[in-house]
C-alpha cells in the first residue's frame, strides 16, 4: 500500500465549475500537507499549505484536511482554463522529505 | 528572482550508457533536492543536500546514481550505468533551509527529461 494514494484522473469539469481534488494517507505521522500545481513540461510549484487539521483558504483554492480521516481535499472555485494542470499533493512528518501522491490531471473546458 | 535552473533539458540514450545532469539552485538557498518523476507517478526524492553535505539518500541507487554539490552551490546527479526504467523527469529544485514550513518552500526548476532505450 503506498503512503499516499490520490486519484491520477484524469478530471474533465466545464469553466466555473467547483473542482474537489482528494487524497488519502496511510500515517499518522504526517502534520505538513501541501497542494502542488504542475503544468505540462514544468516543475511542480506549491499552492497551499496547511499544518495539521483544518481548513485553509487563499482566493479560489480551499485546502481542507481531515486528520482523523487521513483525507486531504483541495477545491477550487470558479475554475478557469488557467488551472488546466496536475494537482499533486505531498506531505511529510516534519522537516522530513515530502512524500507526493500520483497526481490528478485535471482539465477546464471553456 | 531567477528560478532553478537545470540543463539540459532532454536527453536520450542508449542502457548501459551514463549521463549526467546539472541543477543550479536559486541562489543563496542552503538546501538542494533531486527528485525523479516516473511518467504518471509523483515525484520522489532521490537526495537531498543541505550545503555540500548528504541529509538523506535513502532513495538513492547507489550502485548506478550518484549526486555532488561542490561548494555547496550547483549539483550535478549522474547515471551509469542506465537502465530502461531511469526514464523519466529528473526535477531539481531547492529551498533557503530545509525545513518544510510555509517559509521554506521548495521551488522546483522544469526538469531534465530522460529517456532510456
Known amino acids: 500500500q503506498k503512503e499516499v494514494e490520490q486519484d491520477p484522473g484524469p478530471l474533465s469539469v466545464p469553466e466555473g465549475a467547483i473542482v474537489s481534488l482528494n487524497c488519502t494517507y496511510s500515517?499518522?505521522?504526517?502534520?505538513?500537507f501541501m497542494w502542488y500545481r504542475q503544468y505540462s513540461r514544468k516543475g511542480p510549484e506549491l499552492l497551499m499549505y496547511t499544518y495539521s487539521s483544518g481548513n485553509k483558504e487563499d482566493g479560489r483554492f480551499t485546502a481542507q484536511v481531515d486528520k482523523s480521516s487521513k483525507y486531504i481535499s483541495l477545491f477550487i472555485r470558479d475554475s478557469q482554463p488557467s488551472d488546466s494542470a496536475t494537482y499533486l499533493c505531498?506531505?511529510?512528518?516534519?522537516?522530513?522529505?515530502?512524500?507526493f501522491g500520483q497526481g490528478t490531471r485535471l482539465t477546464i473546458n471553456p | 528572482e531567477a528560478g532553478v535552473a537545470q540543463s539540459p533539458r532532454y536527453k536520450i540514450i542508449e542502457k548501459r550508457q551514463s549521463v549526467a545532469f546539472w541543477c543550479n539552485p536559486i541562489s543563496g538557498h542552503a538546501t538542494l533536492y533531486w527528485y525523479q518523476q516516473i511518467l504518471g507517478q509523483g515525484p520522489k526524492l532521490l537526495i537531498q543536500f543541505q550545503n555540500n553535505g548528504v541529509v538523506d539518500d535513502s532513495q538513492l541507487p547507489k550502485d548506478r546514481f550518484s549526486a555532488e554539490r561542490l561548494k555547496g552551490v550547483d549539483s550535478t546527479l549522474k547515471i551509469q550505468p542506465a537502465k530502461l526504467e531511469d526514464s523519466a523527469v529528473y526535477l531539481c529544485?531547492?529551498?533557503?533551509?530545509?525545513?518544510?514550513?510555509?517559509?521554506?518552500?521548495?521551488?522546483f526548476g522544469p526538469g531534465t527529461r530522460l529517456l532510456v532505450l
Open positions: 529544485a531547492s529551498s533557503q533551509v530545509g525545513w518544510t514550513s510555509v517559509r521554506e518552500t521548495q521551488y
Open positions: 505531498a506531505m511529510s512528518k516534519g522537516a522530513q522529505k515530502l512524500v
Open positions: 500515517n499518522s505521522a504526517f502534520q505538513y
